[in-house]
C-alpha cells in the first residue's frame, strides 16, 4: 500500500500542505480547541465495524462482534458501536457501568472479568449480565450469589487458555500456561461439568489468545487447539454451547510499511475453522463471536498535539511537545510505535533525525524516537496517529497533568465528547483530615 493510501485508510490526507482528518483542517481544529486533543472520526469506526460483520455473515450468519470496551470506553464510542449493532465485552464493573449508561442492553454484554470478587458477580447477576469465568474456583462463589439474590442461572461461559498466545508484545500475549488468563485444557471438563451440577442450562467458551496481531497466520495454532477443547468438551459431557467466542487480539498497521491485516486471512485461519466444526455437527444454532477492540477503533482517532520546545543539546536534537506519557502511554509501556506527522506539511528544508518527547519528568517520555522529519519549529504541531485504542483510557494525570479533551468529527459536524480535565480536577476527590485544615 502506498503512503497516501496507507494515511487515507486513516482518514487523513494532505490538502495544501494542510494536514486534513475526517475532511477537518487539524490546523483550525487545533485553533479552536487547542492542543493535546484526541480528535476521533466517527466514520473510520463504522467502516471497520461493518467490514467484518460482512466478512462473518458471509460465511456464517449467526454471529456478534462484542467490541472490547476496554479499547475505548467513551460514551460516544459505545453508542456509535451500538447504533451499528454491535454487542460488548467488558472486563470491569466500570464498563458495564458505563455501557448501561450508553444504553447497552444488558443481553449484549458478556463480562470477561479476570480476579472476579463477589461484588464484581454480585452487580452482574444483579444487572443480568453473563459471567464469562476464568476460573474453576469462582464458579462456587457465583453460585451463592445467584441464590442470595433468588436469580434463576440461565447461561455460564468459561474462558479456556489453549496455552498458545500472540501478540505486539509480551505483556499483551494473553495465553500460555504461566500466564493469568483462563483454564487450561486439563480443568476445562471439570469446570463445565460443575457448571452443569450447579444448575446453569446454558453454556457459552471463550478465549482470548492476545492483542495486536497482525499476521493472521498467529490466529491457526490457538484455533487448532481451542477447537480440540470444544469438541472434547461436547465428546464428554454432552454439552450444547449457545455460543463459542473466539477473542479478540486484530491488530492493525502502525507503521505505513505496515499492511493491514488480511482480512482473508482471517477468514480462512480463524473463521472457518469454526464453522467447519459447526457444520459438521450439524450445530448450526451455535453463534460465533469474536471481541476486537484495536481493529474497530484504533485508526479512528489521532492525538493533536504542539511543539512547545525544540533542544539541541549538541548530541541529539529533540522535539518537546505538550502530550506524554500521561496522555498516550503505548509507546512507554509496550515499546509502541505510533506514527507522528506534521499539521502544516513543509516540502522544502532539510531533514532531521528528532526524539520526540513529553513533558513528563521522566527520561523515559518518549513518543517517537528517532523520527525523520522535515526542520520542526516551537509551536509547530504534530499528529500522533491510531491513538483510538489503547490511548485516552490508559491516560493518567501524572504529573498533575489535567487529561486532555476528547473531540468527535461525523460529516463536517464536530462534537466535543469530554472536556479537558481542569487543575480543580486534580484535586475534587481529594480530602484534608481536619487537623491540617
Ligand atoms: C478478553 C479480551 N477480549 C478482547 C480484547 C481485545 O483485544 P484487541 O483490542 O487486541 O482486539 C482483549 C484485550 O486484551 C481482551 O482481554
Not at 457501568?97 to 463477589?118: Q, R, V
Request: contains cysteine.
Amino acid at each position: 500500500m502506498n503512503y497516501a493510501d496507507w494515511l487515507k485508510r486513516k482518514g487523513l490526507e494532505y490538502k495544501d500542505k494542510v494536514l486534513y482528518f475526517a475532511g477537518q483542517s487539524t490546523l483550525n481544529l487545533i485553533k479552536t480547541y487547542g492542543t493535546p486533543i484526541y480528535v476521533t472520526n466517527e466514520q473510520i469506526i463504522r467502516e471497520r465495524y461493518r467490514s467484518l460483520k460482512e466478512l462473518l455473515s458471509r460465511v456464517y450468519m449467526k454471529n456478534d462482534i462484542h467490541y472490547a470496551v476496554k479499547a475505548n470506553s467513551n460514551l460516544s464510542l459505545l453508542k456509535i458501536l451500538n447504533s451499528e449493532g454491535a454487542s460488548f465485552d467488558c472486563t470491569s464493573r466500570g464498563e458495564i457501568y458505563i455501557c448501561l449508561k450508553a444504553g447497552i442492553s444488558s443481553d449484549k454484554i458478556i463480562y470477561t472479568g479476570n480476579m472476579f470478587t463477589d461484588e464484581d458477580f454480585t452487580f452482574a447477576v444483579k444487572n443480568n449480565i453473563l459471567v464469562n469465568l476464568d476460573s474453576v474456583s469462582q464458579l462456587k462463589r457465583l453460585v451463592l450469589v445467584y441464590d442470595r439474590l433468588g436469580k434463576e442461572k440461565e447461561t455460564i461461559s468459561f474462558r479456556i487458555n489453549p496455552e498458545f498466545g500472540a501478540g505486539h508484545h509480551k505483556h499483551t500475549v494473553t495465553a500460555g500456561k504461566d500466564i493469568k488468563f483462563g483454564i487450561l485444557e486439563e480443568q476445562a471438563v471439570e469446570a463445565y461439568r460443575k457448571a452443569k451440577e450447579s444448575g446453569f442450562k446454558r453454556f457459552g467458551i471463550h478465549q482470548h489468545i492476545g492483542s495486536g496481531i497482525i499476521n493472521a497466520l498467529d490466529f491457526a495454532n490457538p484455533v487448532e487447539k481451542y477447537i480440540s477443547i470444544v469438541k472434547k468438551l461436547i465428546e464428554t459431557l454432552d454439552i450444547e454451547f449457545e455460543f463459542i467466542d473466539f477473542g479478540g487480539g486484530l491488530g492493525i498497521p502502525y507503521r505505513p510499511d505496515e499492511e493491514p491485516l488480511d482480512l482473508s486471512d482471517y477468514e480462512k485461519y480463524v473463521v472457518e475453522p469454526f464453522v467447519e466444526l459447526l457444520s459438521k455437527g450439524g450445530r448450526s444454532n451455535i453463534t460465533i463471536k469474536i471481541e476486537p477492540g484495536r481493529f474497530l477503533v484504533a485508526e479512528s482517532t489521532i492525538l493533536l498535539t504542539q511543539i512547545n520546545t525544540i533542544k539541541n543539546n549538541g548530541f541529539k536534537l529533540f522535539a518537546g511537545i505538550d502530550a506524554g506519557f500521561n496522555t498516550l502511554i503505548r509507546p512507554v509501556l509496550y515499546n509502541s510505535y505510533h506514527h507522528i506527522i506534521p499539521c502544516d506539511l513543509k516540502e522544502k528544508g532539510n531533514e532531521f533525525e528528532y526524539d520526540i518527547v513529553g513533558p513528563i519528568c521522566e527520561s523515559g517520555d518518549v513518543l517517537g524516537k528517532e523520527r525523520k522529519l522535515k526542520e520542526l519549529k516551537e509551536k509547530d504541531n504534530l499528529a500522533i496517529l491510531d491513538t483510538g485504542a489503547y490511548g485516552y483510557v490508559m491516560s493518567s494525570p501524572y504529573n498533575s497533568r489535567p487529561r486532555p479533551a476528547e473531540i468527535l468529527i461525523n460529516e463536517n459536524s464536530i462534537y466535543e465528547i469530554r472536556h479537558a480535565e481542569t487543575l480543580e480536577d486534580l484535586i475534587n476527590a481529594q480530602k484534608v483530615p481536619e487537623h491540617l485544615k
